[in-house]
């Protein structure tokens, strides 16, 4: 089973809103990764988790806040989002250095977020 | 320059045809290569790993390139459900953890 899954689908906010995304995968891995993707673009890396701590930030501003609350949950948090927050948010999972002797990354199916 | 850099297309090609992408990387410290293919509004899902000796899986065939820094995929028969983009992804180790590092991807539109 290579399921990440993610919820909620699709989410409207307004600036004032606090919103959480959330993530789950049960692989067994302990790298979990968040990412933001705006249209024709690539996948951009925000945090990286590793054994539950918080290991990568790309510079991402504090109105997200990510959350490892166990090996198989990811949050993420959000506060007084941008229009130009507007985004697919997604999840992704794979195995953490130490854990074996490949790191194929799963993502899930995304949250799409619409900031008004 | 760009860590990793990909063609972005679009490649129009007709089914049944055979069509490559290349990919570059700057980082010679990269350890770990990938292939996903996105659908319009979905995720990326992981094609297939790309190992120094090649690899094959039906019709797709992965190559790496570690002297000049390229990974490539080719598609064999194509078709039209192979229409998608193509992104490749590079990992290097940093602050204990594996960073994937993604090209912007390659569009392929193949036609009847």
């Known amino acids: 089973d290579t399921e990440v899954t993610q919820t909620p689908k699709h989410l409207v906010m307004g600036m004032t809103n606090k919103k959480s995304l959330k993530c789950e995968q049960h692989?067994?891995?302990?790298?979990m990764y968040w990412y933001k993707q705006k249209a024709k673009k690539p996948p951009e890396l925000m945090f990286v988790?590793?054994?539950?701590?918080?290991?990568i930030n790309e510079s991402v501003p504090s109105r997200f806040s990510p959350e490892c609350p166990n090996s198989s949950l990811l949050n993420l948090h959000l506060h007084a989002l941008q229009p130009e927050d507007s985004a697919l948010y997604l999840c992704?999972?794979?195995?953490?250095?130490?854990?074996?002797?490949?790191?194929?990354?799963?993502f899930g199916p995304g949250t799409r977020l619409t900031v008004t | 320059r760009k860590e990793v850099e990909q063609d972005p297309g679009p490649f129009n090609v007709p089914e049944g045809a055979t069509v490559a992408f290349n990919c570059t990387y700057s980082?010679?410290?990269?350890?770990?290569f990938f292939w996903y293919r996105q659908d319009c509004r979905k995720e990326p899902k992981l094609l297939m790993s790309?190992?120094?000796s090649g690899n094959e899986d039906g019709r797709f065939t992965a190559q790496l390139n570690r002297a000049s820094q390229y990974i490539s995929l080719l598609i064999r028969d194509s078709k039209l459900s192979d229409s998608a983009t193509y992104l490749c992804?590079?990992?290097?180790?940093?602050?204990?953890?594996?960073?994937?590092?993604f090209g912007t991807g390659t569009r392929l539109k193949v036609l009847a």
């Open positions: 980082n010679s410290a990269s350890q770990s």
């Open positions: 992704a999972s794979s195995r953490a250095p130490g854990q074996g002797d490949s790191y194929e990354q799963y």
């Open positions: 790309v190992y120094s």
């Open positions: 692989m067994g891995h302990r790298a």
């Open positions: 988790y590793s054994y539950e701590k918080l290991s």
């Open positions: 992804a590079v990992t290097f180790l940093t602050s204990g953890t594996y960073k994937y590092i």
